[in-house]
C-alpha cells in the first residue's frame, strides 16, 4: 500500500492518473482537436433548518445515504465508507456509466464539501457545496456544478446543464431530502 505524506500529494497524483486514463481515451479514439467540447457550470441554493455543522456531513459520501436511498458508492481509497479528504469511490448512473469520485475538501466547520466526479470518455465535472448560516438555527446549502465534455458525445450531457435542469435539481435536493431532514429537524 503506498502511503502519501499528504492529502494535497495524493489528490496530485490521483488527478494525473485520473488525467492519464481520460485523455489517451479521447485522444486515440481522435476526439481531441477535431471537434469542439463544452463546458457549464450552474448553481442552485437550498434552505436547511440547522447548524452548518449539523447539516453539512450529510453532503459527505457516506451521509448522503441518510436521505438519498438511490446513492450507493462503491469505496476504492480507502477501501471502506469514509467522510475526509482524498477519499476516492465510484457510483453508476441512471444510465449505467461508471463514475469516479474524489472528495477534494471536506470542512465541516466551514461548511464546505467539494467532489470532481469523472465519466470515462465522456465528462468531467466538478461539484461544489457550501453551506453557510442563514438566520439562527438555519443555514443555506448553494450547489454548484462544473461540468466540461472529454468528448463531443459529452457535450449532450453538458447541454443538460442549463438553468431548467438547475432548477429541477434544487427541487429534486429539496423533496428528497426533506423527509430525512424534517424527521432530523434539519429541514422546513
Not at 74 to 97: C, D, L, M, R
Not at 127 to 145: L, W
Request: a negative charge; charged letters at 25%.
Amino acid at each position: 500500500m503506498v502511503r502519501y505524506r499528504n492529502n494535497n500529494m495524493m489528490r496530485t497524483y490521483l488527478a494525473i492518473g485520473i488525467c492519464g486514463v481520460v485523455v489517451p481515451q479521447a485522444v486515440l479514439a481522435g476526439e481531441v482537436g477535431t471537434a469542439v467540447v463544452e463546458q457549464r457550470t450552474q448553481t442552485f441554493t437550498i434552505r436547511l433548518n440547522g447548524s452548518v455543522g449539523d447539516v453539512t456531513p450529510l453532503f459527505g459520501p457516506v451521509r448522503e445515504a441518510e436521505w438519498a436511498p438511490e446513492w450507493s458508492p462503491h469505496f476504492i481509497h480507502p477501501a471502506h465508507a469514509a467522510q475526509e479528504e482524498g477519499v476516492v469511490f465510484t457510483t453508476t448512473s441512471g444510465h449505467s456509466k461508471d463514475r469516479l469520485w474524489l472528495l477534494t475538501a471536506y470542512d465541516v466547520r466551514e461548511g464546505r464539501v467539494e467532489y470532481v466526479v469523472v465519466t470515462p470518455a465522456l465528462t468531467a465535472s466538478e461539484i461544489k457545496i457550501r453551506v453557510v448560516p442563514d438566520g439562527e438555527e438555519h443555514c443555506k446549502a448553494t450547489i454548484s456544478y462544473r461540468r466540461s465534455a472529454l468528448t463531443p458525445e459529452g457535450n449532450e450531457e453538458v447541454a443538460k446543464l442549463d438553468a431548467d435542469w438547475a432548477k429541477e435539481q434544487r427541487i429534486h435536493w429539496e423533496r428528497v431530502s426533506m423527509g430525512h431532514w424534517r424527521r432530523s429537524g434539519i429541514h422546513d
